[in-house]
Every structure is written in C-alpha cells, then in structure tokens.
C-alpha cells in the first residue's frame, strides 16, 4: 500500500474513533434536576429545573443577572455586564452543563439529585 492509501487510513481511524467517542459522551449526557446559582465562589441558591420560574441573581459589585427556568431548561436572559457573553451562552439542562459570568462572578450550573451545593435549603420562590 503507498503512502497515500496509509494516510487515508489513519484519517478514517482518526475519525471512526472520535466519532465513537462523541456519540458516548452524548448518549451518557444525564438530564440535571437542579439549577445551583454561585456568587464569587459561594452557593446562593439551589432551584428545580422542573419548576418553571424567574429569578433576578444579584452579583458582584451590582452586577445584576435574570435567570430564567423554562421547560426542563436554564438560561440567563440578560445580563448588566458589558459584555452579555452569558446571555449568548444558550440554554442548559444537562449535568455539568454551565453558564458563567465572569464580570458579576456569576456560575450558573446545572447538578443532579442529591448534590451537596453547599446550600442550606431549596427556595422556590
């Protein structure tokens, strides 16, 4: 075989084994159960993601972030950051799954049943 038909071979291994490795991960992708909001490092509050809600996340220095729980998703709907990367982050609802604001110090992570957050109750309001 040349060289040529090596190459061809190895860059179809290449992607038959990363695409085998992508399609794991996405089927081992778990739905989340909670939404756990974090300011500067600290668990402020811990929400159903199955409880449809708004809630207005107050961050560092002022910084202001509406977060909205709609149909099993999270999503930050506007920010008082310059920049508003989180509110293009896109919505999320699969474990590990995060929208992050760095100018409010705002992490907004979606966690399963029975994690340890660091929070004292569940609010619902």
Same mark, same amino acid.
């Given at each position: 075989m040349k060289k040529h038909g090596r190459d061809i071979l190895l860059i179809a291994a290449i992607l038959l084994i990363g695409?085998?490795?992508?399609?794991?991960?996405?089927?081992s992708r778990?739905?989340?159960a909670f939404v756990q909001v974090r300011v500067d490092g600290k668990a402020?509050?811990?929400?159903?993601?199955?409880?449809?809600?708004?809630?207005?996340i107050k961050g560092v220095n002022g910084g202001v972030n509406r977060l909205v729980i709609r149909?099993? =998703?999270?999503?930050? =709907?506007s920010a008082s950051c310059p920049d508003g990367l989180c509110v293009g982050m896109g919505h999320i609802r699969h474990i590990g799954a995060s929208v992050i604001c760095l100018p409010n110090k705002v992490v907004i992570a979606i966690v399963g049943e029975g994690a340890d957050g660091g929070v004292d109750a569940v609010t619902g309001q």
């Amino acid at each position: 075989m040349k060289k040529h038909g090596r190459d061809i071979l190895l860059i179809a291994a290449i992607l038959l084994i990363g695409g085998a490795i992508a399609l794991i991960l996405l089927l081992s992708r778990r739905q989340g159960a909670f939404v756990q909001v974090r300011v500067d490092g600290k668990a402020v509050a811990l929400y159903p993601l199955g409880e449809n809600a708004e809630h207005e996340i107050k961050g560092v220095n002022g910084g202001v972030n509406r977060l909205v729980i709609r149909n099993g =998703e999270a999503w930050v =709907e506007s920010a008082s950051c310059p920049d508003g990367l989180c509110v293009g982050m896109g919505h999320i609802r699969h474990i590990g799954a995060s929208v992050i604001c760095l100018p409010n110090k705002v992490v907004i992570a979606i966690v399963g049943e029975g994690a340890d957050g660091g929070v004292d109750a569940v609010t619902g309001q």
